[in-house]
């Protein structure tokens, strides 16, 4: 008796304390949990897991864990304070017995009649009816007070032990995911080990065709190439339904500074220097003498001679980003010409150069910025930029497989980036023509680049027959050009045909089409479609580069981040 009770009245006292952040532990770990099985759905559901997904995963995983571990120390602690109080609540028991019968004692004592008939004095009568009366008052309070404390401790402990059985049920989903996640991260590796044979790597002369195809886009590396020729297909009307898009954030090559981006910033108000601080990492800035480079069809020049007739940026620009791209102009040909050592070309395979003095704005951005140039490890940096780089730049490594030290990968925003929604409105290169575009074009439906449903299918089909089968890529090139290797292409229906003979449930039409991305890396990670078999969800970069060896014309996906829009 004296156990059980003594522990609910611990119990009552502690959970009237912590309970309610208790109950928010719990609530949040709830939710937690929810996310953690939602992301473990897609994942299962997904053909090709990403290790980023699953990096996510674990670190979810481990949060809850800790969650977890947290709430368990949480109750070993409560548990001896409440052996300490136990010990305490003796006196307190048998003080409690004392005054229960006391009160009855009282109680019987205080009746009116019995005082009347006891010896006590006339004068003292009602003052003694009336003291007992209020001790019997007192011990009835306390008694009630306490039996509504012993009422409340029974629900409590009933909550306590829905809660430690709640907990319990946590441990065992967490264990669940966590079992899950170690097949899966062996599972997913095995697949991508398994890809890398069959079809992770294209055929070198699949590369080739992809790499003519978007070359054939005349896509501008830099805004010294000429006007910005990206068109908005998003207003055009093919005149079928439905009708898919896929629309890249950026042009290539997303390496060192972003031209619209350092317009954006400028416009925002940073200075020269912290445009070229946002783009570039492990530098600093130093002056260096005006010797003379070598300038393809020019000769010999002044570098800040040289310097004036560089077209990379319009006069109309910020005086901030003017000055940014005159430094990278006088780094990258330093570092280009390994300090008049070589000769630097005038295209924007190099960078733009059309002699004489541009002026203006221009000249002043030179002129104001003389000899400065960005320096690391005692060498004048390659300060590569592009033109659009969609709200996000890479480190050389990640574009072209030679790592710097001053390049890196950069969210190029004015905040966190959650959605495609974010990204237009804080991207610094929003503005940008080619901010978001879909490239390419055919001389059909309003020479735009629109597909139709049975042509994104085609594409599926393609990736999931190649999958099935590395052996059939001299034939999945695109059908309304000669194939590049002098064999057959097989059209959409012979695709379906040999899909199916090996196994696969090709897709006749696609309704939907979704696109999920890493916000944090700028980078596309799956794509979901869905038509009239169900749906598949495909690695992105998979995606893009049986899209870019089937679509039609010259329709290409040309970055990492890739969006699709839907009539």
Same mark, same amino acid.
């Given at each position: 008796? !004296?156990?059980? !009770?003594?522990?609910?009245?611990?119990?009552?006292?502690?959970?009237?304390?912590?309970?309610?952040?208790?109950?928010?532990?719990?609530?949040?770990?709830?939710?937690?949990?929810?996310?953690? /099985?939602?992301?473990?759905? &897609?994942?299962?559901?997904?053909?090709?897991? &990403?290790?980023?997904?699953?990096?996510?995963?674990?670190?979810?995983?481990?949060?809850?864990?800790?969650?977890?571990?947290?709430? =368990? &120390?949480?109750?070993?602690?409560?548990?001896?304070?409440?052996?300490?109080?136990?010990?305490?609540?003796?006196?307190?028991?048998?003080?409690?017995?004392?005054? $229960?019968?006391?009160?009855?004692?009282?109680?019987?004592?205080?009746?009116?009649?019995?005082?009347?008939?006891?010896?006590?004095?006339?004068?003292?009568?009602?003052?003694?009816?009336?003291?007992?009366?209020?001790?019997?008052?007192?011990?009835?309070?306390?008694?009630?007070?306490?039996?509504?404390?012993?009422?409340?401790?029974?629900?409590?402990?009933?909550?306590?032990?829905?809660?430690?059985?709640?907990?319990?049920?946590?441990?065992?989903?967490?264990?669940?995911?966590?079992?899950?996640?170690?097949?899966?991260?062996?599972?997913?590796? +095995?697949?991508?080990?398994?890809?890398?044979?069959?079809?992770? +790597?294209?055929?070198?002369?699949?590369?080739?065709?992809?790499?003519?195809?978007?070359?054939?886009?005349?896509?501008?590396?830099?805004?010294?190439?000429?006007?910005?020729?990206?068109?908005?297909?998003?207003?055009?009307?093919?005149?079928?339904?439905?009708?898919?898009?896929?629309?890249? !954030?950026?042009?290539?090559?997303?390496?060192?500074?972003?031209?619209?981006?350092?317009?954006?910033?400028?416009?925002?108000?940073?200075?020269?220097?912290?445009?070229?601080?946002?783009?570039?990492?492990? !530098? =600093?800035?130093?002056?260096?003498?005006?010797?003379?480079?070598?300038?393809?069809?020019?000769?010999?020049?002044?570098?800040?001679?040289?310097?004036?007739?560089?077209?990379?940026?319009?006069?109309?620009?910020?005086?901030?980003?003017?000055?940014?791209?005159?430094?990278?102009?006088?780094?990258?040909?330093?570092?280009? %010409?390994? /300090?008049?050592?070589?000769?630097?070309?005038?295209?924007?395979?190099?960078?733009?150069?059309? @002699?004489?003095?541009?002026?203006? /704005?221009?000249?002043?951005?030179? /002129?104001?910025?003389?000899?400065?140039?960005?320096?690391?490890?005692?060498?004048?940096?390659?300060?590569?930029?592009?033109?659009?780089?969609?709200?996000?730049?890479?480190?050389?490594?990640? $574009?072209?497989?030679?790592? %710097?030290?001053?390049?890196?990968?950069?969210?190029?925003? %004015?905040?966190?980036?959650?959605?495609?929604?974010?990204?237009?409105? +804080?991207?610094?290169?929003?503005?940008?023509?080619?901010?978001?575009?879909?490239?390419?074009?055919?001389?059909?439906?309003?020479?735009?680049?629109?597909?139709?449903?049975?042509?994104?299918?085609?594409?599926?089909?393609?990736?999931?027959?190649?999958?099935?089968?590395?052996?059939?890529?001299?034939?999945?090139?695109?059908?309304?050009?000669?194939?590049?290797?002098?064999?057959?292409?097989?059209?959409?229906?012979?695709?379906?045909?040999?899909?199916?003979?090996?196994?696969?449930?090709?897709?006749?039409?696609?309704? @939907? $089409?979704?696109?999920?991305?890493?916000?944090?890396?700028?980078?596309?990670?799956?794509?979901?479609?869905?038509?009239?078999?169900?749906?598949?969800?495909?690695?992105?970069?998979?995606?893009?580069?049986?899209?870019?060896?089937?679509?039609?014309?010259?329709?290409?996906?040309?970055?990492?981040?890739?969006?699709?829009?839907? +009539?």
């Amino acid at each position: 008796m !004296f156990h059980f !009770f003594s522990v609910l009245l611990i119990t009552c006292a502690l959970l009237l304390v912590t309970l309610p952040v208790f109950a928010d532990e719990i609530e949040d770990l709830q939710a937690q949990i929810n996310e953690l /099985n939602k992301a473990r759905e &897609l994942s299962v559901k997904a053909t090709t897991p &990403l290790e980023g997904q699953l990096d996510s995963l674990k670190r979810q995983l481990s949060q809850i864990q800790a969650g977890l571990a947290n709430l =368990s &120390l949480n109750i070993q602690n409560k548990q001896k304070d409440l052996d300490i109080r136990e010990e305490k609540l003796v006196l307190q028991q048998a003080l409690l017995e004392k005054r $229960v019968r006391s009160y009855y004692i009282r109680s019987y004592l205080a009746n009116p009649l019995l005082v009347i008939l006891s010896s006590v004095q006339s004068g003292d009568l009602f003052r003694e009816l009336s003291y007992r009366q209020s001790v019997a008052r007192e011990d009835r309070r306390i008694i009630a007070s306490i039996s509504k404390e012993v009422l409340d401790l029974l629900t409590q402990k009933e909550k306590l032990e829905k809660d430690k059985a709640k907990l319990a049920s946590f441990q065992a989903e967490v264990d669940k995911n966590a079992k899950f996640l170690g097949s899966e991260i062996t599972t997913a590796k +095995k697949y991508q080990a398994d890809l890398s044979s069959k079809i992770a +790597k294209l055929s070198a002369r699949q590369q080739q065709i992809i790499s003519q195809r978007q070359a054939s886009l005349n896509l501008p590396s830099s805004l010294g190439a000429g006007p910005m020729f990206c068109t908005d297909d998003r207003p055009l009307d093919p005149g079928f339904r439905p009708a898919f898009a896929f629309f890249t !954030f950026g042009i290539p090559h997303r390496v060192g500074m972003n031209q619209y981006g350092a317009y954006g910033r400028a416009n925002s108000g940073q200075s020269h220097e912290d445009i070229l601080r946002s783009y570039f990492a492990d !530098f =600093s800035f130093e002056t260096r003498p005006n010797i003379n480079i070598s300038v393809q069809g020019y000769g010999s020049i002044p570098l800040e001679t040289y310097l004036l007739g560089i077209y990379e940026m319009p006069d109309s620009f910020p005086m901030e980003a003017l000055k940014a791209q005159a430094i990278s102009a006088r780094s990258y040909a330093l570092a280009y %010409t390994n /300090n008049g050592a070589g000769e630097i070309c005038t295209t924007q395979a190099c960078q733009v150069y059309k @002699g004489g003095n541009k002026g203006g /704005n221009w000249e002043r951005a030179v /002129n104001e910025t003389n000899g400065k140039v960005m320096v690391s490890g005692g060498s004048v940096v390659k300060a590569w930029y592009s033109s659009t780089d969609g709200g996000y730049t890479f480190a050389s490594g990640d $574009v072209w497989g030679s790592g %710097t030290s001053f390049t890196k990968r950069t969210k190029d925003t %004015t905040g966190d980036i959650g959605s495609f929604s974010d990204l237009f409105a +804080k991207a610094y290169d929003k503005d940008s023509p080619c901010f978001y575009a879909a490239q390419g074009v055919r001389s059909q439906y309003a020479k735009s680049a629109w597909l139709k449903s049975e042509e994104v299918a085609d594409i599926v089909n393609v990736l999931m027959l190649s999958k099935a089968d590395s052996g059939v890529s001299s034939h999945i090139y695109q059908t309304d050009k000669p194939n590049p290797e002098a064999g057959e292409t097989w059209d959409e229906a012979k695709v379906k045909q040999e899909l199916k003979s090996r196994g696969g449930n090709p897709f006749n039409s696609v309704s @939907g $089409v979704s696109i999920s991305a890493d916000f944090g890396s700028g980078m596309a990670t799956t794509v979901t479609v869905s038509g009239d078999r169900g749906s598949e969800t495909f690695n992105a970069s998979e995606f893009k580069n049986f899209f870019n060896l089937r679509a039609p014309a010259n329709i290409q996906i040309v970055g990492p981040l890739f969006n699709v829009e839907q +009539k």
